[in-house]
Every structure is written in structure tokens, then in C-alpha cells.
Antibody, heavy 117, light 110 residues
Framework: QLQMQESGPGLVKPSETLSLTCTVS??????????WGWIRQPPGKGLEWIAS???????YYNPSLKSRVTISVDKSKNQVSLKLSSVTAADTAVYYC?????????WGQGTLVTVSS | QSALTQAASVSGSPGQSITISCTGT?????????VSWYQQYPGKAPKLMIY???SRPSGVSNRFSGSKSGNTASLTISGLQAEDEADYYC??????????FGGGTKLTVL
């Protein structure tokens, strides 16, 4: 059973860069046909897709966040990383990583990131 | 890209059927048979319930079904049970190869 675990700082200061890592276990991040994505959910609000990456390095970004987001993959560590720059309080959310094709079938448990000074 | 449109809430009594709608555009819902639905309990990660408009993953009850007409997709839950009370989100592939979610619908079982 594929497992995904998000990790990173739970508190980030405004204007700084949020950095998260998703570690995939019991499966390979190089599996053909799958993308690896990040989705976030502000407290009490809905889901927002942030970005996705194919193991070959092809990336896809939410147009509304594209200027601040970088997604990358480390095949040797079986990890996917997310960087979100110039954060504000509006970026406070639970951040999920997920495997997907046209649908998201495996999700991590999520990690809460709070943006506050 | 704009979020897909879902009603904020829906309710039903045990045993009844309810339908949750998800409206997009010809660039997402209407253009592809790649609509999926997710169930989310408070404090938990979303769970895939329907993919490719109407397919059910292994282990998901056949009380859950999906369909699509034009730019609107629908999730129907029949034989409503107390355990179905949760938030439900739709998602679609888009013409830009991106993904978009709906705003979510809170289902209350009366």
C-alpha cells in the first residue's frame, strides 16, 4: 500500500518561503503514468490544487500561484518538494501531497502550515 | 482558473437519495470525462469516491454513483446513511493540463 508523508516547518514568517517535502514509501516515484501533486486547504475552506510534477520533471502549476511556486522531485530519495515564496497569512493551510493521474488516488495525511510573525 | 461550482450544503434523511452537482465549463468538466469526487471527514485527508465521471474505486460502496451532462457533473448517494455525512468535492482535468476543485458541499444526514 503506497504511503505518502508530508514534512516541513509548521510555522513560517510572512514574506518568507514555505518549504515542504513529501516522502513516498511502498512505491516508486518513478512509476510510469503517475504525477505527484500538492493540494492545500485553508482552515474551514475548500481544496485548492497547487502544482504537480511527473517523474521526468514535467511540471504543472495553478496559474494563480505559478509566480510563487516551485515543485521538484528527487528520485533518489523518492521525494517531492514544494516551495512557496513570499507567503502571507492567506497561505495558512493544511498542505497535502497526492499521487494522481486524472484523479487523486493516494493522499498524505496533510501538514498544517501557519504563516505568522 | 476558476473553481468549479458546488452548492455549499445539501441534506437528506437516512434511506433517501441525494445528488450533488458540480458545474464547470467546456474547458474542464464539459471537455473531458475526467471528473472525480472526494469524500472528506473533518481533520482527515480526502478519499477518492468516483473517478472518470462514473467509475468507482475498489472498496467504495455502490451507493455512490457519478454522471455528467454538458458542463455539469453529479454525484448521487443512494440509501443515505449516517456515515455519509461529510464534505464532498469534485475535481476536473482542464484544457491547460491543470486540475481544478469545486468549492465543496457539506452533506448533512438528518
Amino acid at each position: 500500500q503506497l504511503q505518502m508523508q508530508e514534512s516541513g516547518p509548521g510555522l513560517v514568517k510572512p514574506s518568507e518561503t514555505l518549504s515542504l517535502t513529501c516522502t513516498v514509501s511502498s512505491g516508486s516515484i518513478s512509476s510510469s503514468g503517475y504525477c505527484w501533486g500538492w493540494i492545500r486547504q485553508p482552515p474551514g475552506k475548500g481544496l485548492e490544487w497547487i502544482a504537480s510534477i511527473y517523474y521526468t520533471g514535467t511540471t504543472y502549476y495553478n496559474p494563480s500561484l505559478k509566480s510563487r511556486v516551485t515543485i521538484s522531485v528527487d528520485k533518489s530519495k523518492n521525494q517531492v518538494s514544494l516551495k512557496l515564496s513570499s507567503v502571507t497569512a492567506a497561505d495558512t493551510a493544511v498542505y497535502y501531497c497526492a499521487r494522481h493521474r486524472y484523479y487523486f488516488d493516494y493522499w498524505g495525511q496533510g501538514t498544517l502550515v501557519t504563516v505568522s510573525s | 482558473q476558476s473553481a468549479l461550482t458546488q452548492a455549499a450544503s445539501v441534506s437528506g434523511s437516512p434511506g433517501q437519495s441525494i445528488t450533488i452537482s458540480c458545474t464547470g465549463t467546456s474547458s474542464d468538466v464539459g471537455g473531458y470525462n475526467y471528473v472525480s469526487w472526494y469524500q472528506q471527514y473533518p481533520g482527515k485527508a480526502p478519499k477518492l469516491m468516483i473517478y472518470d465521471v462514473s467509475s468507482r474505486p475498489s472498496g467504495v460502496s455502490n451507493r455512490f454513483s457519478g454522471s455528467k451532462s454538458g458542463n455539469t457533473a453529479s454525484l448521487t448517494i443512494s440509501g443515505l446513511q449516517a456515515e455519509d455525512e461529510a464534505d464532498y468535492y469534485c475535481s476536473s482535468y482542464t484544457s491547460s493540463s491543470t486540475r481544478v476543485f469545486g468549492g465543496g458541499t457539506k452533506l448533512t444526514v438528518l
